[in-house]
């Protein structure tokens, strides 16, 4: 899984054809932390075919906003540069992999 700490570093991953799991948390944040093994088990299963990167909006407030996060955590399926789906709150790793495989 890959950190995101710029707007560049975005641009460039999405500047392929792969889709892109955007998961913006915070430290502070309850259910980022619980969403975090999950994430991370799905950017291992996925590697071949999505992008997973994570977004902290302590350290990224520009990112959030483009994005208009309100709340956290927010999970963004993102291909051909249009967000194609937004999930905000806890997803269980059903949940994820549905979305995901609807894309990739």
Request: hydrophobic share 40%.
């Amino acid at each position: 899984m890959i950190e995101l700490k710029s707007k560049s570093e975005l641009n460039e991953i999405l500047n392929g054809n792969t889709p892109v799991l955007l998961d913006f948390y915070a430290e502070w944040c309850g259910p980022c932390k619980t969403l975090l093994p999950i994430v991370e088990s799905l950017a291992k299963e996925y590697k071949e075919n999505v992008i997973i990167a994570k977004v902290n909006v302590d350290h990224n407030q520009d990112l959030a906003s483009d994005y208009q996060v309100r709340n956290i955590p927010a999970l963004f399926l993102i291909k051909d540069r249009n967000v194609q789906e937004k999930r905000v709150g806890l997803q269980s790793k059903d949940q994820l992999k549905a979305l995901i495989d609807k894309y990739a």
